[in-house]
C-alpha cells in the first residue's frame, strides 16, 4: 500500500482566501505607493499569520496560501523565459456571463528558459514558519500547452513540438531540483487540463485547435513524467485536477473515465487531488484503474460554498469511492483551494477555517 505521509488523511490544495491587508497592500505596490520589498515584508506577516491559523485547524500540511499571487498560475508561468498571457479561451459554464471571466490563455513566444529559480525563495519564508510539512502548489507544466495548442507557439521559436516539450520539462526539472536542494520534500501540481479534457465542450476546443483529445492524455503524461523524472526518493509529488474555480464558479464538468486509465497508471506520481463535490465530477468508477502503490485525496467537502457538509454523507461517499480503491489509499480534503485567483470564492475567512477544520473533523472519524 501506498504510505499516507505526505499526503495526509486529512489533506488541503493550497490556496487561501487573501486578507484585506494583502489587497491593501498589493493595490497600493500597483499605485507606486509601495516598494516590492514592502510589498513582501506585508505578504511575510500575512503568511506567518495564515500558517498559524492553518496548523490549528489540525492539518498536517501547510502552504503560503498563495498570498503572493493573482492567479495559481500565472505568476509563475510568467517567470519563464518565452511565456505571455494573450486572451481566453471558452467555459462551458456560463462565468462569461454571471463573473465576466473564462480562463487565460498562454502562449510561448520564444524560446523556454528557466533563467531563474521562482519559488524557492517562497519555500524557504514557508519552512521558517511551519511546524508541518511545507507544501509547495505550482501549475502542472500542460498550462502552458493546452489552452493555447499549435497556434499558440511560435513556429519560429519551435518549429518541432518535440523540441518545445523537451525544453518545458527541462524547466520544470531546474525548478524542482533548486526547491529540493533548498529542502522541499511535497510538491504539488495544480492540472486544471487533465480535468477540462474530461468535458465534451473542452474536447471540441481542443479539436479546433488541431489537437486530438484521446491523444493529449498520455503526451500530458509523458510531459510531466519528464518534468518529475530522476526525483529523490524522499520527494512526494501529487497532481491535483480541478474543473474551474473562480470566484465559487466553475468552468467545466465531465467525469474522469476519458482520462483515468492514463492518469492512474502512466502518469508517474505518487497521489492524486480529485475534484469531487458535486455532480460535474461524474461518479467514482473511474478509480478503479488506481494501482495499490498511490494515494487518492478525495475532494468532498466544497471550497465554493459556507455550508458544511453532513459527516455521514461525507462517510457514506468515502465507503463508495473505497469499492474501486483500497481505504487506506484514499484520504480527504476540500476539491480545490479557496482561492485560485486573488479575488477568492464567496465565504469568509472564518468559514474557510471552518471548512477546513471539518475536513481535520471527519478524516479522524472515518480513518479512526
Not at 501547510?62 to 503572493?68: A, H, K, V
Not at 529542502?183 to 487533465?194: A, E, I, M, S, V
Not at 487518492?296 to 480503491?325: C, F, H, M
Not at 477568492?344 to 479512526?368: F, P, R
Amino acid at each position: 500500500m501506498s504510505p499516507i505521509d505526505p499526503p495526509f488523511r486529512a489533506d488541503h490544495v493550497g490556496s487561501l482566501l487573501r486578507p484585506p491587508g494583502i489587497h491593501d497592500a498589493r493595490a497600493r505596490r500597483a499605485a507606486g505607493e509601495i516598494s516590492a520589498g514592502h510589498l513582501r515584508q506585508i505578504e511575510d506577516e500575512a503568511i506567518a499569520h495564515a500558517v498559524t491559523k492553518l496548523e490549528a485547524t489540525g492539518m498536517r500540511s501547510t502552504t503560503d496560501g498563495e498570498f503572493r499571487r493573482a492567479w495559481f498560475h500565472l505568476d509563475f508561468l510568467q517567470e519563464l523565459d518565452g511565456v505571455a498571457v494573450t486572451g481566453n479561451i471558452a467555459a462551458s459554464s456560463d462565468s462569461a456571463d454571471t463573473v465576466h471571466m473564462t480562463p487565460p490563455k498562454l502562449s510561448v513566444v520564444g524560446p523556454l528558459r528557466h533563467s531563474h529559480n521562482i519559488q524557492v525563495d517562497d519555500y524557504r519564508f514557508l519552512a521558517s514558519v511551519a511546524t508541518q510539512t511545507p507544501k509547495v502548489c505550482i501549475p502542472s507544466p500542460t498550462m502552458v500547452h493546452f489552452r493555447g495548442g499549435r497556434a499558440g507557439i511560435d513556429v519560429d521559436a519551435y518549429p518541432d513540438l518535440e523540441v518545445f516539450f523537451t525544453d518545458l520539462a527541462q524547466c520544470y526539472r531546474d525548478e524542482i531540483n533548486a526547491l529540493y536542494q533548498a529542502g522541499c520534500r511535497y510538491l504539488q501540481l495544480d492540472d486544471t487540463n487533465l480535468a477540462y479534457l474530461c468535458d465534451p465542450e473542452m474536447r471540441q476546443g481542443a479539436v479546433d485547435r488541431g489537437d486530438d483529445p484521446d491523444d493529449l492524455p498520455r503526451a500530458y503524461a509523458e510531459l510531466i513524467n519528464h518534468a518529475i523524472g530522476g526525483r529523490p526518493d524522499d520527494l512526494t509529488v501529487a497532481v491535483h485536477l480541478c474543473r474551474g474555480n473562480y470566484r465559487s464558479t466553475w468552468f467545466a464538468q465531465g467525469g474522469y473515465e476519458p482520462v483515468a486509465e492514463v492518469l492512474f497508471n502512466e502518469l508517474d506520481v505518487d497521489a492524486y487531488f480529485l475534484e469531487y463535490d458535486d455532480e460535474r465530477s461524474g461518479d467514482f468508477q473511474p478509480l478503479r484503474h488506481v494501482p495499490d502503490d498511490k494515494t487518492v485525496v478525495l475532494g468532498l467537502i466544497t471550497s465554493k460554498r459556507a455550508e458544511l457538509e453532513p459527516y455521514d454523507e461525507l462517510a457514506a461517499r468515502v465507503d463508495e469511492a473505497a469499492r474501486y480503491v483500497d481505504l487506506e489509499q484514499l484520504c480527504l480534503s476540500p476539491q480545490c483551494g479557496f482561492a485560485s485567483t486573488i479575488e477568492g470564492n464567496e465565504m469568509t475567512e472564518d468559514q474557510q477555517w471552518a471548512k477546513l477544520s471539518h475536513v481535520v473533523d471527519v478524516a479522524e472519524q472515518i480513518w479512526s
